[in-house]
């Protein structure tokens, strides 16, 4: 295994969910092209299929699965076939996740949309964490990334659902965190301000006016940025954090 990975006469897989677009696609890209077997899984089987197949075309390593973060029974089974064929899972790095309606104020807001994105970036944040545990624990060794949001440090105006969502995420990350510290497994969050991706460009222009505006360096993130940060938090020598929240925000949160 290249540097920067678990090195081991046996393969490892990372697991990237939410492979299919953005911030996942491009942290599976670039993980794999440091050396790492990478796991593409999106509840879009087609987009984790592209993903899977342009990192191979680029001499990589990767397989694709189909699963839903809401649906645990479609999880375990994708995980087991990709531990099958890479090997045990070293790494989970979760992208999988939604901003729901934005743009609406607390007391508009619609309650079945809250549940639908609690259900994928908080509660799935938890069941994607269950498939990959018992896997680490028996290794000894782990390495769990859920992106949160500067949403959930700061809070973002009309974002109600998105925003407390990801504050739950990154107590969750905190908590879980606790629990495997003498493990070798570490748990981390990370918080990115705004990164160019289709989940942004799909969002109302106030919205991403809003977002920008707060950021002091004045510029959006880059998926380079955020698939590097990414890439080092899942690698071995990032050993002595757990349970913490990566700040990637131009300076918007010094916390
Ligand atoms: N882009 C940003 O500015 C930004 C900022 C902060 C945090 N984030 C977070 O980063 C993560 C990735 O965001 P992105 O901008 O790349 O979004 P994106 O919409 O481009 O990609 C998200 C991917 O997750 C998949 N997905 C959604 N729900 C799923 C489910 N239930 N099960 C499995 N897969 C599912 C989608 O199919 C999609 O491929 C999200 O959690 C998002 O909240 C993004």
């Not at 678990?6 to 993980?31: M, P, Q």
């Not at 077997?37 to 990192?55: L, Y």
């Not at 531990?83 to 104020?105: D, I």
């Given at each position: 295994?290249?540097?920067?990975?678990?090195?081991?006469?046996?393969?490892?897989?990372?697991?990237?969910?939410?492979?299919?677009?953005?911030?996942?696609?491009?942290?599976?890209?670039?993980?794999?092209?440091?050396?790492?077997?990478?796991?593409?899984?999106?509840?879009?089987?087609?987009?984790?299929?592209?993903?899977?197949?342009?990192?191979?075309?680029?001499?990589?390593?990767?397989?694709?699965?189909?699963?839903?973060?809401?649906?645990?029974?479609?999880?375990?089974?994708?995980?087991?076939?990709?531990?099958?064929?890479?090997?045990?899972?070293?790494?989970?790095?979760?992208?999988?996740?939604?901003?729901?309606?934005?743009?609406?104020?607390?007391?508009?807001?619609?309650?079945?949309?809250?549940?639908?994105?609690?259900?994928?970036?908080?509660?799935?944040a938890l069941v994607l964490s269950q498939a990959v545990l018992p896997q680490m624990l028996s290794q000894k060794y782990g390495r769990i990334l859920h992106v949160a949001s500067i949403a959930g440090k700061e809070g973002n105006a009309g974002m109600t659902a998105y925003s407390a969502s990801k504050a739950g995420l990154i107590g969750l990350v905190k908590s879980m965190a606790k629990d495997y510290a003498e493990t070798g497994i570490t748990i981390n969050a990370l918080a990115p301000a705004v990164i160019l991706t289709p989940m942004v460009e799909a969002l109302p222009q106030a919205t991403v006016d809003y977002m920008t505006a707060k950021i002091p360096m004045r510029r959006c993130g880059t998926l380079e940025e955020v698939s590097a940060m990414i890439a080092w938090i899942v690698s071995p020598a990032c050993s002595f954090t757990t349970g913490f929240t990566f700040d990637l925000s131009g300076g918007r949160a010094t916390f």
């Open positions: 295994m290249p540097a920067g990975f678990k090195s081991s006469d046996r393969s490892y897989a990372t697991l990237v969910v939410g492979a299919g677009s953005g911030i996942g696609r491009a942290a599976a890209e670039f993980l794999a092209a440091q050396g790492a077997a990478v796991g593409c899984v999106d509840r879009n089987g087609d987009s984790a299929q592209e993903a899977a197949e342009a990192i191979r075309r680029a001499g990589g390593q990767a397989v694709a699965e189909t699963a839903d973060v809401t649906e645990e029974a479609t999880v375990a089974p994708a995980v087991d076939r990709i531990a099958r064929s890479l090997g045990p899972v070293q790494a989970l790095v979760n992208c999988a996740g939604v901003t729901g309606r934005t743009n609406v104020k607390a007391h508009e807001v619609d309650l079945a949309d809250f549940d639908a994105v609690c259900r994928i970036n908080l509660r799935g």
